[in-house]
T-cell receptor, first 116, second 119 residues
């Protein structure tokens, strides 16, 4: 079956502009996660959605970052007034059920964001 | 304190040989899951193998096996018969069952090990 898809694969923007990154999870997966991977770094958790529950935004680095998930499926991560330190690869992952520690997260190919 | 520690920034292995990538973790939870992911230069994170804290046997998936030593809090990945296509960054990650500061049961990742397979 289809895996997690993300678009665009690459995004170059100018400092101060807003950007939207899209994630389409695996069909049937109720949990969706956004992570950020800066150059040469591990993955940093940003935000998590589970079904229709309120998202956990505890990982968002500033109020310039927001995300929504429509209809329990597609998610959009928005970064307002982008800064150069926002340059990173943004990875989306989905899993079948968020409640179990055994649940495996499957990742999309990522969006590489470059802020000039 | 680091929850996941990968002490080998880079490793080299000869093709067809086995290699062990180290991972130690820190948790006070009794219930947790340990995961290994592979990230080739293309950037995608590929799930390799999972080990649950209550699993009595070491996990295996094809050429991948996980050497799980619970008392030492280590979960080393063993790749047998290395292939050139195994060259990639490898991440160890943990997911705890208890909700601590947040509600998300997100994965906590180590800093990764860059594996290079030599022909």
């Amino acid at each position: 079956g289809a895996g997690v898809s993300q678009s665009p694969s690459n995004k170059v923007t100018e400092k101060g502009k807003d950007v939207e990154l899209r994630c389409d999870p695996i069909s049937g997966h109720t949990a969706l996660y956004w992570y950020r991977q800066s150059l040469g770094q591990g993955l940093e958790f940003l935000i998590y959605f589970q079904g229709n529950s309120a998202p956990d935004k505890s990982g968002l680095p500033s109020d310039r970052f927001s995300a929504e998930r429509t209809g329990g499926s597609v998610s959009t991560l928005t970064i307002q007034r982008t800064q150069q330190e926002d340059s990173a690869v943004y990875l989306c992952a989905s899993s079948l059920v968020a409640g179990a520690f055994t649940d495996t997260q499957y990742f999309g190919p990522g969006t590489r964001l470059t802020v000039l | 304190a680091q929850k996941i520690t990968q002490t080998q920034p880079g490793m080299f292995v000869q093709e067809k040989e086995a290699v062990t990538l180290d991972c130690t973790y820190d948790t006070s939870d009794q219930s947790y899951g340990l995961f290994w992911y592979k990230q080739p230069s293309s950037g995608e994170m590929i799930f390799l193998i999972y080990q649950g804290s209550y699993d009595e046997q070491n996990a295996t998936e094809g050429r991948y096996s996980l050497n799980f030593q619970k008392a030492r809090k280590s979960a080393n990945l063993v790749i047998s018969a290395s292939q050139l296509g195994d060259s990639a960054m490898y991440f160890c990650a943990m997911r705890e069952a208890l909700i601590s500061s947040g509600s998300a049961r997100q994965l906590t990742f180590g800093s990764g090990t860059q594996l290079t397979v030599l022909p």
